[in-house]
């Protein structure tokens, strides 16, 4: 899981526009140039500049941008974007905080070449960024697993073998840049679970019911915190060797990587280690941008005391959310893990999650 935190949806009440405000707009006009999908630059154009007006473009009902009309022949004003323009995405023209236009993103004619010039590093892809940090809520099913994987030896548990967690990741390159062919990184990951036996949120009223079943993801992940019954974190080198489809939208690059960690259980007096080396694929960019799948060999000791017995598989299926939410910041993923006992007489556990991603230097404006 490479790439979750409160998603805050905003209420917009437009109150009526005074009729002198409205004359003025429509004085002065203020119409959107035709704007295409991959353009990196919207012109508002004026029919009437008056000097002193403040012209503004508000891409998705986000931040805007203004600029003052500094003379009566400004009639053309080029807003630059910083990210390329999505189909559908919507833009508004103000004069004076007041709306003059609202249009959409087109599909761009055959054979244009978008205008405009993009941030170099809101473009970037996920490796070509030195860090990456996030949060996460998963829901955690344990297929296949014997109860000691999550702690179940409660009767209570009736059969469930669910979860609900949160964790922290970061990935960190130490060597290269996005253009070399050889780069290392550093992944680590904590995973915070507590059984969905042991959570009752059937209550009416919403103040008997414990956090976790709060939609604040804060009051979530504070229960969460404070209620662990099982903790898994490790940290993984990960050497990358070679892209392939370097020139793709989705380029892949091959790796090879290690693994660290431990398991905890509330009912267990010791940590289980875990280890394990292997190599993978990892999607550099695209809508799948971050989605992985690695193969590995090495040892569980919740399982087994044995060393180097066990094959485990990784794969995660990331997605951006970014059409649906207007954000980079939230995405869903979906990831199966497979720890499979290589001789055949021991314990096997699969265990599916699936959730939100929030990515850290987004969402608080910061990049790395």
């Not at 892209?243 to 398991?263: A, H």
């Amino acid at each position: 899981m490479r790439r979750l935190i409160p998603v805050v949806l905003v209420g917009i009440v437009v109150a009526p526009t005074p009729a002198y405000a409205q004359a003025q707009n429509a004085g002065t006009g203020a119409r959107i140039a035709p704007a295409y999908a991959g353009d990196c630059l919207v012109t508002i154009e004026l029919d009437n500049p008056r000097t002193g007006s403040v012209v503004g473009l508000v891409l998705n009902l986000g931040v805007g941008q203004e600029q003052k009309v500094t003379s009566a022949d400004m009639r053309r004003i080029d807003f630059p974007t910083g990210e390329p323009l999505q189909i559908g995405y919507e833009l508004r023209s103000t004069v004076n905080g007041q709306v003059a236009e609202a249009t959409t993103v087109q599909t761009p004619p055959p054979d244009r070449s978008p205008v405009g010039i993009c941030d170099a590093e809101e473009d970037a892809s996920i490796g070509e960024q030195n860090f990456v940090a996030a949060a996460y809520f998963a829901n955690l099913i344990d297929t296949f697993a014997p109860d000691s994987i999550g702690d179940y030896q409660n009767p209570d548990a009736g059969g469930r073998k669910t979860r609900q967690t949160f964790g922290v990741f970061f990935d960190g390159r130490l060597a290269g840049s996005g253009d070399d062919g050889v780069q290392f990184w550093v992944y680590a990951e904590t995973l915070y679970g507590v059984r969905s036996a042991d959570i009752d949120c059937s209550s009416a009223d919403p103040d008997s019911r414990p956090g976790v079943c709060s939609k604040d993801l804060g009051a979530k992940a504070k229960y969460i915190l404070e209620h662990a019954t099982s903790l898994e974190a490790f940290i993984n080198p990960r050497l990358e060797l070679v892209t392939l489809q370097k020139e793709s939208e989705s380029p892949i690059r091959l790796y090879v990587t290690g693994r660290l960690g431990f398991i905890a259980l509330t009912q267990s007096p010791t940590v289980f280690k875990t280890y394990q080396i292997g190599g993978g694929v990892l999607l550099g960019g695209g809508p799948f941008q971050g989605s992985y799948i690695d193969l590995g060999w090495g040892g569980n000791e919740l399982f087994s005391d044995s060393k180097w017995d066990r094959m485990m598989v990784d794969g995660t299926l990331v997605f951006s959310l970014q059409r649906l939410l207007r954000t980079e910041a939230v995405g869903w993923y979906i990831q199966m893990r497979v720890d499979n006992d290589i001789r055949g007489n021991g314990a096997d556990a699969i265990q599916t999650l699936y959730g939100l991603t929030v990515d850290v230097g987004n969402v608080f404006g910061f990049g790395f």
